[in-house]
């Protein structure tokens, strides 16, 4: 809304021509929802601690969890959201199809997410609302979101699925792109939920995802760059570089509470929010393999799950000490603050081969 006020003084206020430029208001995004994030975070741990809002500990994890975890407030999700929310608000193009498209999934799931937590206070579980119950309300909101985003759009590539490595290889999904899209956006939503389990895990892995995408989103839809780079052309996704720079920003105001030990948790308001917004993103920038790949810490946490349930139903035996794969090497005896730095580690090297793959074709 900002951005589109300042526009119609430019030809009265010619250095406010910078807004013009998406890497600008990018740069803008990152700060604004920073210092958002840096402001409100205090004050909304005091509310949520003194209104009881705990995260309930799951009792078959980690021993020292129980310990030094309980009591810790839950629902920091919130103070991300706002973040992001009032940077995009401010600084994108808020008429523009991509923007309202990752804007409707990342408050939908944030709402969701928010319930899910409010149901695990409220309950004293780690339980909240049933697998089945979130599930179909992600692929409602899903379907909606997708059938939206298809109706408006008029462009035939949409429905391509495009492979990494080679410069005309695709398929074409045709309908089959709608239940594909749902895959991509519920899971990983859920993959990154499943990975925020330790203080500060999920937050950095979702900044270097968000980032790559920043970079993706703003070449794709620069005519200039995505021929020089060889990848699809799609007209508007610059602006989903600015949604990124706002997810980047408030991700580092909210690692400033969540850093190890952490005085709050996002809770399934964030990580479901996050997960699905990068889901979105995968989608409209064509580049859901990419997305895959930069994203393969959030891959390996779901894939260990998975693997753990097939192999405990089918054979009563688990092929990890506990699942997702992080409380397995915590498990092995691992400290907490270890695992979470090589699995940063991790994501950086994932992030790198994500973004070569732009120029290896």
Not at 23 to 37: D, E, H, K, P
Not at 150 to 164: G, H, I, K, V
Not at 333 to 357: D, H, Q
Request: glycine share 10%; aromatic share 14%; hydrophobic share 50%.
């Amino acid at each position: 809304m900002l951005y589109s006020f300042l526009l119609e003084f430019v030809d009265y206020l010619s250095f406010l021509n910078v807004f013009k430029y998406i890497t600008f208001r990018v740069g803008l995004a990152v700060f604004t929802s920073l210092v958002i994030v840096l402001i409100i975070g205090g004050p909304f741990i005091k509310m949520v601690s003194n209104n009881k809002f705990v995260n309930p500990i799951r009792d078959d994890g980690p021993e020292d969890h129980i310990i030094k975890k309980i009591g810790t407030p839950t629902m920091g999700g919130l103070v991300i959201l706002i973040g992001i929310i009032l940077s995009v608000l401010m600084w994108a193009d808020i008429k523009n199809i991509y923007i309202i498209f990752t804007l409707y999934i990342l408050i939908s799931f944030g709402l969701l997410g928010a319930f899910d937590d409010y149901k695990k206070v409220k309950n004293n579980n780690s339980t909240g609302v049933s697998f089945k119950f979130k599930l179909l309300i992600q692929i409602i909101i899903s379907v909606i979101g997708i059938s939206f985003l298809t109706y408006y759009l008029d462009y035939q590539e949409f429905t391509n699925l495009y492979f990494p490595f080679f410069k005309d290889l695709f398929i074409n999904l045709g309908w089959f792109f709608i239940p594909f899209s749902l895959f991509v956006i519920i899971g990983s939503s859920n993959a990154v939920n499943l990975t925020d389990g330790l203080d500060g895990l999920a937050t950095v892995p979702v900044i270097l995802v968000a980032a790559c995408f920043a970079f993706i989103s703003y070449v794709a839809g620069n005519i200039i760059f995505s021929e020089y780079l060889q990848i699809i052309y799609i007209e508007g996704t610059g602006e989903i570089a600015i949604f990124c720079g706002s997810i980047i920003g408030s991700c580092l105001g909210f690692l400033w509470f969540n850093a190890p030990p952490a005085k709050i948790f996002m809770g399934d308001t964030g990580s479901l929010s996050l997960g699905g917004s990068l889901g979105a993103i995968g989608i409209i920038t064509k580049h859901e393999i990419v997305l895959a790949i930069t994203g393969g810490l959030f891959v390996l946490e779901a894939l260990s799950v998975i693997v753990q349930v097939i192999s405990y139903k089918l054979t009563g035996k688990r092929v990890f000490r506990m699942a997702p794969i992080h409380h397995h090497f915590e498990k092995k005896g691992w400290p907490e603050s270890t695992v979470v730095i090589r699995f940063w580690i991790i994501s950086i090297i994932l992030a790198l081969i994500g973004l070569a793959t732009l120029k290896l074709r």
